[in-house]
């Protein structure tokens, strides 16, 4: 079975960080684009970070940009969001999904991260 | 402000067919064909409903179908049934620097 979970989120002060982390099963990791996508308490989806599946290529949301990191290890099956200098408005449920044609075939549960003081 | 623009909710009565819209601009849902669809029920994982415009993941029923038009995508949900009451969201490949944006989203209820 296709799989992602997320773990790592958790209550943070602002300027904090976190870091996330997104566990792949039932798939070739190594072969596939990863994205991260958030949904802050009654907003919608916003896409957060990409990265490719050699993490040649990497792209930010201007939101982020600057403070958060994204990275993958394919041996460990692992794709991961550094986040820093952590905001009120990051506060969301996070998503990591798997890249289809700039779109997300397969979504995790999702993670939540709460910034506050 | 989210940078596609949907309806915030739209309704259908089961059996009824329903279109929800996504507007976007010339740099993103009129250039690229790259228009993707999710169902998201609360509490859930989004599910990839349309990708590329029109087409469907495998296991999608083909009651969900997808067009675009100029600026405008549509998603196109016929013989509404209970089980698709959910949040809709759009999205579209916005090029190298917005990379992907989404709609903000709309409630279809089936009344």
Request: proline share 4%; glycine share 12%.
């Amino acid at each position: 079975e296709v799989q992602l979970v997320e773990s790592g989120g958790g209550l943070v002060q602002p300027g904090g960080s976190l870091r996330l982390s997104c566990a792949a099963s039932g798939f070739t990791f190594s072969s596939y684009s990863m994205n991260w996508v958030r949904q802050a308490p009654g907003k919608g989806l916003e896409w957060v970070s990409y990265i490719s599946s050699s993490s040649s290529t990497i792209y930010y949301a201007d939101s982020v940009k600057g403070r958060f990191t994204i990275s993958r290890d394919n041996a460990k099956n692992s794709l991961y969001l550094q986040m820093n200098s952590l905001r009120d408005e990051d506060t969301a449920v996070y998503y990591c999904g798997k890249f289809l044609a700039y779109g997300m075939d397969v979504w995790g549960q999702g993670t939540t991260v709460t910034v506050s003081s | 402000q989210s940078a596609l623009t949907q309806p915030p909710s739209a309704s259908g009565s089961p059996g009824q067919s329903v279109t929800i819209s996504c507007t976007g601009t010339s740099s993103d849902v009129g250039v690229y064909d790259y228009v993707s669809w999710y169902q998201h029920h609360p509490g859930k994982a989004p599910k990839l409903m349309i990708y590329e415009v029109t087409k469907r993941p495998s296991g999608v029923p083909d009651r969900f179908s997808g067009s675009k038009s100029g600026n405008t995508a549509s998603l196109t949900v016929s013989g509404l049934q209970a089980e698709d009451e959910a949040d809709y969201y759009c999205s579209s490949y916005a090029g190298s620097n917005n990379f992907v944006v989404f709609g903000g989203g709309t409630k279809l209820t089936v009344l």
